[in-house]
C-alpha cells in the first residue's frame, strides 16, 4: 500500500516540477534545464552546432539555443513561421505564412521582400547566394540578391518539404488537389515531376546524396506505402509489415490449396489408370 502511495506521490511531484519549469536533477545533482521559453507551436529547427540552435513556430515564434539554455529572440513578424535554416551563425533564413520570408544576419532578424503571398512551408539553402523555398502553389529561390519565382510543372501542388543535395540536384514533395502525392525534381535547370509510387500525400523529403534518399507521408488507406525510397533511378515504396505479412501469409495458403488440388488431381488421375487397366485385364 505504501509502495503504492509513495509511487502515486513521486508521479505528482514530477508532474508539478515539469509544468511549473522548475529545472530537475540527474543521478549526479546536476540541474537538466528542460524548460522551454514559450508555449507556442514550434514547428521547425535547425541546429548550427551543439552550442548554438534555432526554432521557429506560431505568431513569428523564434526561440534560441546557446549551449545552455532556450530564449526568447525578438521577432520581426507576428506571422507563423513553417520553417528556418542556418547556412551559418550569421546566415539564416525562416519562411512561414502569407509568404513570409525573414533573415539573420549575426545580430538580428528582418523582414526580406517575399515575391509571394502564399505560404511558404520549407526553405533550404545551399549556399549564402543559392537557395529554396517552397510551399502552396509557389516555388521561389535565392540568387544571392532577391528571391523569384520559379516555373512549377504543375500549377496547384501544395509543396511541404524541399532538400537540395547540390545546386544542379534537389527534390520537393507534397501532394496534389485532391490528396495526390507528388514529387517534383530539379536539375540545375527546371523543376520537373517525377512519378510517385504512392498515392499517399509526402510531408518530408531527406537526401543521403545524389543516389539515396527518402520521403515520408501521411497514407490514405493501408495498403498505400507512407515512407518511400529514391535509389538513383526511382522512387520505390516501403510497405510497412502489417501490410506485407497478411498478403505474404495469403499468397502461402494459396500455394497450399494450389498443391494440395493438384495432389489429388493426380492421385485421381492414377487411380483412374488403374481401374482402366484391370477392367482390361478382366475383359481379357
Not at 67 to 88: A, C, I, K, Q
Not at 94 to 99: I, L, P, S, Y
Request: aromatic residues 10%.
Amino acid at each position: 500500500m505504501w509502495k503504492s502511495v509513495v509511487s502515486e506521490v513521486s508521479l505528482l511531484v514530477i508532474m508539478v516540477v515539469v509544468c511549473v519549469g522548475l529545472p530537475i536533477v540527474n543521478a549526479e545533482g546536476v540541474p537538466l534545464n528542460w524548460t522551454s521559453p514559450t508555449r507556442a507551436r514550434l514547428n521547425s529547427v535547425f541546429m548550427v552546432n551543439s552550442n548554438e540552435g534555432w526554432a521557429v513556430g506560431g505568431e513569428g515564434t523564434i526561440i534560441h539555443w546557446n549551449g545552455t539554455d532556450w530564449s526568447n529572440v525578438t521577432s520581426p513578424t507576428t506571422e507563423t513561421l513553417y520553417s528556418v535554416f542556418m547556412v551559418n551563425s550569421n546566415d539564416g533564413w525562416a519562411v512561414g505564412e502569407w509568404g513570409r520570408i525573414i533573415h539573420w544576419n549575426g545580430t538580428e532578424w528582418s523582414i526580406v521582400t517575399s515575391p509571394t503571398t502564399a505560404d511558404l512551408k520549407s526553405v533550404f539553402m545551399v549556399n549564402s547566394n543559392d537557395g529554396w523555398a517552397v510551399g502552396l502553389w509557389d516555388i521561389i529561390h535565392w540568387d544571392g540578391t532577391e528571391w523569384n519565382i520559379v516555373a512549377r510543372p504543375t500549377p496547384h501542388t501544395l509543396l511541404t518539404s524541399v532538400f537540395m543535395v547540390n545546386s544542379n540536384d534537389g527534390w520537393a514533395v507534397g501532394w496534389e488537389e485532391g490528396w495526390e502525392g507528388r514529387i517534383f525534381h530539379w536539375d540545375g535547370t527546371e523543376w520537373s515531376n517525377v512519378i510517385s509510387p504512392t498515392p499517399a500525400y509526402l510531408t518530408s523529403v531527406f537526401m543521403v546524396n545524389s543516389t539515396e534518399g527518402w520521403a515520408v507521408g501521411n497514407a490514405h488507406a493501408p495498403t498505400d506505402a507512407n515512407i518511400i525510397r529514391w535509389n538513383g533511378t526511382e522512387w520505390i515504396p516501403e510497405f510497412p509489415t502489417t501490410i506485407l505479412m497478411p498478403l505474404l501469409t495469403s499468397l502461402t495458403l494459396v500455394m497450399v490449396i494450389l498443391a494440395k488440388t493438384s495432389s489429388k488431381k493426380r492421385r485421381s488421375s492414377r487411380h483412374s489408370c488403374r481401374t482402366a487397366f484391370q477392367i482390361q485385364q478382366l475383359q481379357k
